[in-house]
């Protein structure tokens, strides 16, 4: 089993949908969980961290489910804008964090 | 807000040629990184560094090697370059282990 996996997607869903990405991991022993937005030919951004206890920040909402072994991210009310790779990233014990591949999402009008 | 910058953003290289990426961090962080990313590949560790004048490799090391002399700058040496190492080379840096990572703009090597 990879250590982090990602539906590499795309996701393609209409303005005003509501989408979500999971982002499985294999070492329970994980810390820390991170989700980063990247648009082409950028570099990665982040966009939230991933608390045990959930968190949300405005229309974006992320989840951890430790004995399942993966975290979440919810989009409400697609924009546009928000088309773009979302990596999550994992903490799995040592001092680097381990990336996704990304999923790629697609917002159309 | 955390600044890493990569001073060489796009490069054209000779087969055989030394290659040398800068990067510089304003945040006083103690880990710097280097990654490569390339399609369907995702992002892969070529480097990292907990510490001035300490080096670790990462997942793909070989034909590469670092330098940090100081804590804010960390370099990415090339020292043979060949056409597979053509890629986007992001440079990031984090406060410590296990924190959010935060990266420069991307350096795009090309190799011919």
């Known amino acids: 089993r990879k250590e982090v996996e990602q539906d590499p997607g795309p996701f393609n869903v209409p303005e005003g949908a509501t989408v979500a990405f999971n982002c499985t991991y294999s070492?329970?022993?994980?810390?820390?969980f991170f989700w980063y937005r990247q648009d082409c030919r950028k570099e990665p951004k982040l966009l939230m961290s991933?608390?045990?206890s959930g968190n949300e920040d405005g229309r974006f909402t992320a989840q951890l489910n430790r004995a399942s072994q993966y975290i979440s991210l919810l989009i409400r009310d697609s924009k546009l804008s928000d088309s773009a790779t979302y990596l999550c990233a994992v903490n799995p014990g040592y001092s680097t964090l381990t990336f996704g591949k990304g999923t790629m999402l697609l917002v159309s009008p | 807000d955390v600044k890493v910058t990569q001073s060489s953003r796009y490069l054209v290289k000779r087969t055989g040629e030394k290659v040398f990426l800068e990067c510089v961090q304003d945040?006083?962080?103690?880990?710097m990184f280097w990654y490569r990313q390339d399609p369907g590949l995702g992002l892969r560790l070529i480097y990292f560094s907990y510490d001035v004048k300490m080096k670790e490799k990462g997942d793909i090391p070989e034909g590469y090697s670092v330098s940090r002399e100081k804590k804010e700058r960390f370099s990415l040496i090339l020292e043979s370059a060949s056409t597979n190492q053509t890629s986007m080379y992001l440079c990031a840096s984090s406060l410590g282990p296990g924190n959010t990572i935060y990266f420069g703009e991307g350096s795009w090597l090309t190799v011919v």
């Open positions: 070492n329970s022993a994980s810390q820390s």
């Open positions: 991933v608390y045990s």
């Open positions: 945040m006083d962080h103690e880990n």
